[in-house]
């Protein structure tokens, strides 16, 4: 029996199954939209489709409007994706699994919502997102609508060269969502607001689709169950989940484990192989602040990100390789960062460190907070401007160590590719005194060939003891290539490629 609830009469938008049901599919709009005039057919549909009457449906609604009104602000897209996480966590904070159907703008708010909640180190529930002409690329037509509009936000943040957007593909990349969650993109091919290549991130993909025939507008207005958008929509809405769900402790929201994670989650820890190696540098980290230097695929931040979660800690992780200007101080920069994710607000453009840092004090002071920790990665400098960049992080260090108020509750743990050994002079003893430098090693073959023998089997991925082999010897010691190997497998399984020439072929791609 279907149930409507919180209204004094049914809407068009929301329908709630019998409470043992967990499963919802969360729809959310786009630019001046309202789940009404955006997905009013397509609920029609849903709602007399037996293969979903399973499914709880609910819409996330957010006001936008051409002309914004002078005496009501209109949100950015930082702010809609925090409207979206409050959303989930205050009134589907227990489900199963959630499954997002976003449009154009939408599917930004759901991008940006996702890459805070990882950034962030929470976890995650079991989201899955299909984005429906959503322009990742941003639309010439934002850029044209703000000719007549020039102080509309969602406008401003749409259009191709938005610093929004380019610093939200940006952290996308970096933090490989797409290798790491299921998100799917459909197109359409006469759409004129939003081109095909804006919205899919690849022409052809598993998780593409591409619709000669709809536009922007019809992708979302399916008029009957043969419409392709619409079997799109429900193929993605049916398609079971990869993995089992599981509860990450305190928190009653479930996250799907991995077993070919990237970035460790508390869910993932069945699936996380324990070296002798962890507990030398985990010994460091628990100390003074600690820099982990070594090659990109040994699971330095995986190492740190377990170390944090497993501790009870806040995880405040920052990521500079968005920096690359040569005009950037990467100091201040990671500062800015650091104040943004204590205030949720972004500090002042300056590059003035003790400022910086005198703000960032002040906002863990506010904070109730017991302990964080800032894990700063990917910082993008070598040489001379590495060392600049380790004495400011000394001087940082030092004056958090030095203030008793703060005594306790911030720890530091950066890593880089660059060893700071060739760089740190002899006589730097104050630097050595200040920061643990540890070396993070390539892993031993017993110890790779223990991770392919744990994650392969919940794959359901089968290979011989000699593939084994192969993959093994080819990960030359990274255990990044071998998570490589079987989510290309997993994922690409019709590519008539024999296991040596996939592998020949990931290792000329670099992907390691």
């Given at each position: 029996m279907i149930k409507w609830l919180g209204f004094a009469k049914p809407p068009a938008v929301m329908r709630s199954t019998p409470a043992e049901n967990r499963d919802l599919i969360l729809f959310v709009h786009g630019l001046f939209g309202s789940p009404k005039t955006t997905w009013g057919p397509l609920f029609e549909l849903v709602k007399r489709d037996q293969n979903l009457d399973n499914w709880d449906i609910d819409a996330f609604e957010f006001p936008s409007t051409y002309f914004p009104s002078f005496l009501r602000r209109t949100a950015n897209i930082t702010e809609l994706a925090a409207g979206l996480r409050t959303t989930i966590q205050t009134s589907h904070a227990d489900r199963s699994r959630i499954k997002i159907v976003a449009h154009s703008l939408g599917g930004i708010v759901v991008r940006k919502y996702i890459v805070d909640q990882v950034k962030a180190g929470n976890e995650l529930p079991a989201i899955e997102a299909l984005l429906l002409a959503s322009p990742s690329g941003g639309s010439d037509m934002a850029g044209i609508g703000q000719l007549l509009s020039p102080h509309n936000r969602h406008l401003k943040q749409l259009s191709p060269d938005a610093d929004a957007l380019a610093s939200l593909n940006e952290d996308w990349k970096l933090l490989k969502i797409d290798e790491r969650m299921e998100i799917h993109y459909a197109a359409g091919g006469a759409d004129a607001v939003v081109y095909p290549e804006s919205a899919l991130p690849t022409l052809i993909g598993p998780k593409h689709s591409l619709i000669p025939s709809c536009d922007h507008f019809s992708i979302v207005r399916p008029s009957n169950y043969d419409d392709i958008s619409y079997k799109i929509i429900r193929n993605f809405i049916t398609a079971g989940p990869t993995s089992p769900s599981i509860k990450s402790n305190g928190n009653s929201v479930a996250r799907i484990a991995d077993p070919l994670f990237d970035i460790y989650h508390l869910s993932?820890?069945?699936?996380?192989?324990?070296?002798?190696?962890?507990?030398?540098?985990?010994?460091?980290?628990?100390?003074?602040?600690?820099?982990?230097?070594?090659?990109?695929?040994?699971?330095?931040?995986?190492?740190?990100?377990?170390?944090?979660?497993?501790?009870?800690?806040?995880?405040?992780?920052?990521?500079?390789?968005?920096?690359?200007?040569?005009?950037?101080?990467?100091?201040?920069?990671?500062?800015?960062?650091?104040?943004?994710?204590?205030?949720?607000t972004y500090a002042r453009s300056s590059d003035d460190i003790p400022t910086l840092i005198w703000d960032l004090k002040s906002a863990i002071s506010n904070s109730n907070v017991a302990v964080r920790c800032f894990l700063v990665e990917e910082i993008p400098v070598t040489d001379s401007r590495l060392l600049d960049f380790i004495v400011g992080a000394v001087n940082i260090t030092s004056h958090f160590d030095s203030d008793d108020t703060l005594s306790g509750q911030v720890r530091f743990v950066f890593t880089s590719i660059a060893n700071p050994d060739k760089v740190i002079p002899t006589g730097y003893s104050k630097v050595r005194e200040r920061i643990s430098f540890v070396r993070a090693n390539r892993w031993k073959v017993d110890e790779v060939g223990g991770l392919l023998s744990l994650i392969k089997p919940p794959t359901g991925i089968s290979l011989s003891a000699q593939d084994d082999e192969s993959v093994i010897r080819s990960a030359n010691g990274m255990p990044r290539f071998v998570k490589h190997v079987l989510r290309d497998l997993r994922d690409r399984r019709d590519t008539g490629e024999s296991l040596p020439d996939r592998v020949r072929r990931l290792e000329a791609e670099d992907k390691f």
């Open positions: 993932d820890e069945q699936y996380y192989l324990q070296r002798p190696d962890d507990d030398y540098i985990l010994r460091a980290t628990l100390g003074a602040p600690v820099w982990i230097s070594g090659d990109s695929g040994v699971g330095k931040t995986s190492l740190v990100r377990r170390m944090v979660i497993r501790s009870g800690w806040k995880l405040q992780h920052i990521m500079l390789s968005g920096y690359l200007s040569p005009d950037t101080n990467p100091t201040s920069a990671f500062l800015r960062e650091a104040i943004a994710l204590e205030t949720g």
